[in-house]
C-alpha cells in the first residue's frame, strides 16, 4: 500500500467534509490525489494546507476566479 492520507483525514484536517473536498478537485482547486491498489484517494502529507486555505476563501467574500 502507499502512504498518504485518506480523504476523511484530510478533509478533518481542514474543517470541511469529503464532499467538499471532492469539489476542491473537481473545480481545480486541489490536485486530484493518487489512489491505492483499492482505489482510495491518497493525499501527500501537505495536502491540508491548501484544502484549509480553499476553506477560508469559502467563507471570505472573495471571487474565486
Do not use: F, K, W
Not at 498518504?4 to 469539489?23: F, K, M, W, Y
Not at 491505492?36 to 476563501?57: F, I, K, Q, V
Amino acid at each position: 500500500m502507499r502512504a498518504g492520507l485518506r480523504s476523511g483525514q484530510v478533509a478533518e484536517a481542514a474543517g470541511v467534509n469529503i464532499q467538499t473536498l471532492r469539489c476542491y478537485e473537481r473545480r481545480g482547486l486541489l490536485a486530484e490525489p493518487d489512489r491505492s491498489n483499492s482505489g482510495h484517494r491518497l493525499y501527500g502529507e501537505d495536502a491540508g494546507s491548501p484544502t484549509a486555505s480553499a476553506a477560508r476563501g469559502r467563507v471570505m467574500p472573495v471571487p474565486v476566479r
